[in-house]
């Protein structure tokens, strides 16, 4: 079955941990993204790689940070620079990065900072 | 800055009711806009897009929206809505180099 795999799907961290959240997909895509959704504020973008060894920052970078060491994973950190850690968090692909490309979406990993 | 606006936050219908989720983006060049849709526990789905073409296009479920270029709007219709189409609608825009920008999505609640 062909699809982005998040995991976990619930996370509880202590404040002040990093913590590390996996995006694998199996799509053969090149572009991945990792978005944060909060109630009332729809999806932003942290981060996203168009291709392997490459990633930029999105709008709320500050506080994450990612690697892209194969083209099939994504993993995202939270550091503890990350003020406000608690939040749904989803990773997504699309088969190349810019225009008349879909992106597909993982179902999510809810992290609770405690 | 370019942003995605969508005006209802919370939509009430009853079944069989007629839906319009109205949706607008502020951005003057080439756009492609998508519908993605969110159901109780599952993962965004894409119900439809536009890239080029047809400015009325088809989605899954009976879903349609068209692009009206001169508004700058992308509304989602359905003629009668079930049940099932309870869920969290969100708009999308796309102007690009990996900038894809969403709304803050729609909560419907179809009473049975």
């Known amino acids: 079955d062909g699809g982005i795999t998040q995991s976990p799907k619930y996370l509880f961290r202590k404040e002040g941990q990093n913590v590390t959240l996996s995006c694998e997909q199996n799509?053969?895509?090149?572009?991945m993204y990792w978005y944060r959704q909060d109630p009332g504020q729809g999806l932003r973008l942290i981060y996203y790689s168009q291709i392997v060894n490459d990633f930029q920052k999105g709008d709320i970078a500050e506080g994450y940070s990612v690697s892209r060491e194969k083209k099939e994973s994504f993993p995202l950190t939270v550091t503890s620079a990350q003020k406000n850690p608690t939040a749904f968090y989803l990773c997504?692909?699309?088969?190349?990065?810019?225009?008349?490309?879909?992106?597909?979406f993982g179902q999510g990993t809810r992290l609770t900072v405690v | 800055a370019q942003s995605v606006s969508q005006h209802n936050h919370h939509v009430i219908l009853s079944e069989a009711a007629s839906l319009e989720l109205g949706c607008n983006y502020s951005?003057?060049?080439?756009?492609?806009l998508f519908w993605y849709v969110q159901y109780p526990g599952q993962h965004l789905q894409l119900l439809l897009k536009y890239f080029s073409g047809d400015p009325l296009v088809k989605g899954i479920k009976g879903f349609e929206a068209e692009f009206i270029k001169s508004k700058f709007s992308f509304n989602l219709r359905k003629p009668s809505v079930q049940w099932s189409d309870t869920a969290e609608y969100f708009c999308?825009?796309?102007?690009?180099?990996?900038?894809?920008?969403f709304g803050t999505g729609t909560r419907l609640t179809v009473i049975p």
């Open positions: 799509l053969n895509h090149d572009a």
């Open positions: 997504a692909s699309s088969l190349a990065p810019g225009m008349n490309t879909e992106a597909f």
């Open positions: 951005y003057g060049g080439t756009v492609n």
């Open positions: 999308a825009v796309n102007i690009g180099a990996n900038n894809l920008f």
